[in-house]
């Protein structure tokens, strides 16, 4: 079983675009996040939630909107869709994020490219 | 802000060789974590430290936190091509929050 997942793992669109991400942990996690990896590896957060909230907000653009509709899942809605947003993300979770004190584990990232 | 850097950027060595990354924090950590990507991989963790001048190994691989609970260094004996990949420190940045290094991506010639 896959402890996070993620759909889809490739995703070519044209700018303007409106795409989802999908994410689901089956490891019965508290805390979950999105990350941004670009072209040169850098691994930036951009969101954290838990249990359904959200906690942390990375000063993503408005065009990037989380949602969690349950613990198990956090799914990323991007609009207009950039050539600037052209990276890998990846969704992580951990067993509680309060004071970082738990491993994360990062599902297999979607490869977004914006032509 | 906060910023963590490692060092150095890229590595390649020679199968065999030993190898090292340090990893530098603009503030003190409560404990740092490290990871490792390989190439079209996600990141795994490899292991967490939290306390001051915390050493701990895993086979080849040493990992070390600094007295000061600013830096931090993986060490890797007699390297293998299955060392391969991009290692990342990280540590946390206020609650529910991490703040990943820049990343050292080690090659292994055969």
């Known amino acids: 079983d896959t402890a996070v997942s993620q759909t889809p793992k490739y995703l070519v669109t044209q700018m303007g675009n409106d795409k989802s991400i999908k994410c689901e942990q089956n490891?019965?996690?508290?805390?979950m996040y999105w990350y941004k990896q670009d072209s040169k590896k850098f691994l930036k957060i951009m969101f954290s939630?838990?249990?359904?909230?959200?906690?942390i907000n990375e000063t993503v653009p408005n065009r990037f909107s989380p949602k969690s509709p349950d613990k198990a899942h956090l799914n990323l809605h991007i609009n207009s869709l950039e050539l600037g947003d052209s990276a890998v993300y990846f969704c992580?979770?951990?067993?509680?994020?309060?004071?970082?004190?738990?491993?994360?584990?990062f599902g297999p990232g979607t490869r977004l490219t914006v032509t | 802000g906060q910023q963590v850097m490692q060092i150095p950027q890229y590595q390649h060595v020679q199968e065999g060789e030993d190898f090292t990354t340090y990893c530098n924090s603009s503030t003190t950590l409560s404990n740092i974590q490290w990871y490792k990507q390989r190439p079209g991989g996600h990141p795994v963790f490899l292991i967490q430290?939290?306390?001051?001048?915390e050493v701990k190994k895993q086979k080849r691989l040493t990992f070390q936190f600094g007295e000061a609970k600013k830096n931090s260094s993986l060490h890797i004996t007699a390297t293998q091509t299955t060392d391969v990949g991009t290692y990342f420190c990280a540590g946390p940045s206020g609650t529910y929050k991490y703040i990943f290094g820049t990343g050292t991506r080690l090659k292994v010639l055969a």
């Open positions: 992580a979770s951990s067993p509680e994020g309060g004071f970082a004190l738990y491993e994360q584990y």
């Open positions: 490891l019965g996690h508290d805390t």
């Open positions: 939630y838990n249990n359904k909230e959200l906690i």
């Open positions: 430290l939290v306390k001051s001048g």
